[in-house]
């Protein structure tokens, strides 16, 4: 089970480093919890300095697919695993949103961090008017195929799903723990049919405003294997209690 909280484009490294600090000191390793920070590309050489050793992994919040080149503001995936990253979010929702990111265009990401020997953490999920439409399947099913196409894994560890409920991000509104189930054994079988037995076993995250008033409910589902957490990552107390939560899960 993996608890990764996602800071977004929140934290001045000063302030990056007393948050790693802070859930580091509260911090205690267990072998059935992985957890993982992603901040922001200019705080991941300073935190990763501080979480360095203690089990927590660092993940970036997004990367190119080409090795290197004449893309101003990129960043590749060789220039995250020389800061020690782990992990690196790609697809997640505000990405599409904003950015104009396709499945596509996560696709080759993937292809890239995989080959660099990082863990992709790959967003899909559907919007309100699209679960309205009775859409949300055939979404999260063309957004999962085209992200892993051409994807083939011996190490179910080396890639993780998250879901992302789009209508319940920042919305308060929290998809309920049969929703989450519903939609997350849908990934599975979609894993499955994808990558054959290896899909059994990779982790979907639950991406859709995890706090720890619901953590445990939600992890309790079978087929909900962490989180992807966004604003209960800021603070070291709400994220650590959904890192305690996945624990007993």
């Known amino acids: ?61 997004n990367m190119h697919a080409a090795d290197s080149g004449a893309y101003t503001g990129e960043v590749s995936a060789a220039m995250l695993k020389s800061v020690g990253c782990d992990y690196v979010i790609l697809g997640h929702s505000e990405r599409r949103q904003y950015f104009g990111e396709t499945d596509a265009g996560v ?11 990082l863990t992709p953490i790959v967003c899909v999920g559907e919007q309100l008017h699209e679960r309205e439409a009775k859409r949300a399947e055939e979404v999260v099913r063309n957004q999962t195929e085209g992200a892993l196409a051409g994807i083939g894994l011996s190490d179910p560890t080396t890639l993780v799903v998250a879901y ?6 920042g919305t308060g509104v929290t998809a309920t723990p049969e929703q989450a189930q519903e939609m997350h054994a849908f990934i599975r079988s979609l894993l499955v049919s994808l990558l054959g037995s290896v899909g059994t076993s990779v982790d979907i ?17 079978e087929d909900v294997n962490g989180g992807l957490i966004g604003g209960a990552s800021l603070k070291a107390d709400q994220f650590l209690a959904i890192v305690e939560a996945a624990q007993f899960a």
């Open 164 to 169: 992302e409920p789009v209508w319940a991000i």
């Open 205 to 221: 995250l639950y991406g859709g405003s995890m706090k720890p008033g619901n953590a445990a409910e939600l992890l309790s589902q």
């Open 1 to 61: 089970m993996l608890i990764a909280g996602n800071w977004k484009m929140n934290m001045t490294r000063p302030e990056a480093v007393r948050l790693a600090t802070e859930v580091l000191s509260k911090y205690s390793p267990t072998d059935s919890v992985r957890a993982a920070v992603c901040p922001t590309a200019v705080c991941l050489e300073s935190v990763g300095a501080v979480i360095s050793g203690s089990g927590i992994g660092l993940g970036a919040q």
């Open 107 to 117: 696709n080759g990401k993937v292809h890239q961090a995989l080959s660099n020997g």
